[in-house]
């Protein structure tokens, strides 16, 4: 089912930015109704396009053509104003539990008719952790990525030569962070359940990741 409640938080596109990029994250609230009042109050000052609650409900939230206020501080591929780039999908979700599969197969449909809408690549969808990876663990170690990937939904790396992990983060889009915050990062997306220091799966999962790459000419060195 999709529902219209407009939230009054939004603004424009600065410098009419096109949409490439698609952001996930988790509520962190225990309802969706929760969740829907405070992407709503203006004294909140934040907001998504989409939140998609358990039962697969989608509320459209600020149309795709204005700026919503869901990502904060943070990069992608040496680019910043994320929130002027981008789509905004709140899943209602606490953080802690799986996402119930009515959830998933709404968000699998609306993935899919965005990436149509604006020619985004699978590489273009992200959680917030990987944009902000220095404050932020949504949409968490539950989500299941390698199933939007398996659809064309996102991207999963196959193993290659370890390489320079760092120098493969950066290339896939990783904004500039400490090692072990990049580590923690692409661990909570694509080896949630590793431990311990970086090993040569790491290195070589991140190696995989380098032909997903953005434009080398927007990275910053």
């Not at 358990?54 to 680019?79: C, I, M, S």
Request: hydrophobic fraction near 40%; charge should be negative; aromatic fraction near 8%.
């Amino acid at each position: 089912m999709n529902l219209t409640h407009p939230s009054p938080n939004f603004g424009e596109r600065r410098g009419g930015q096109p949409v490439d990029l698609v952001v996930l994250h988790y509520t962190a609230m225990p309802t969706c109704a929760e969740a829907l009042a405070r992407l709503c109050d203006p004294a909140a000052e934040v907001s998504a396009h989409y939140l998609i609650d358990t039962n697969g409900t989608v509320l459209g939230l600020v149309d795709e053509g204005n700026r919503a206020w869901h990502a904060g501080a943070g990069e992608w591929g040496g680019r910043g104003d994320v929130n002027s780039r981008s789509i905004g999908i709140e899943l209602a979700n606490p953080g802690d539990r799986p996402f119930p599969e009515a959830q998933m197969h709404a968000l699998e449909r609306l993935l899919l008719a965005i990436k149509e809408r604006h020619a985004l690549p699978p590489q273009a969808v992200l959680g917030h952790s990987d944009m902000a990876p220095d404050r932020k663990r949504d949409p968490g170690p539950r989500f299941d990525w390698r199933r939007l990937a398996l659809q064309g939904l996102s991207v999963w790396p196959t193993a290659a030569a370890p390489g320079d992990f760092l120098a493969d983060l950066a290339r896939f889009g990783y904004p500039p962070a400490a090692p072990g915050v990049l580590l923690d990062a692409f661990r909570l997306r694509f080896r949630p359940w590793a431990k311990g220091p970086m090993d040569d799966h790491d290195r070589a999962l991140a190696a995989g990741l380098a032909r997903f790459a953005v434009d080398d000419a927007t990275v910053q060195a």
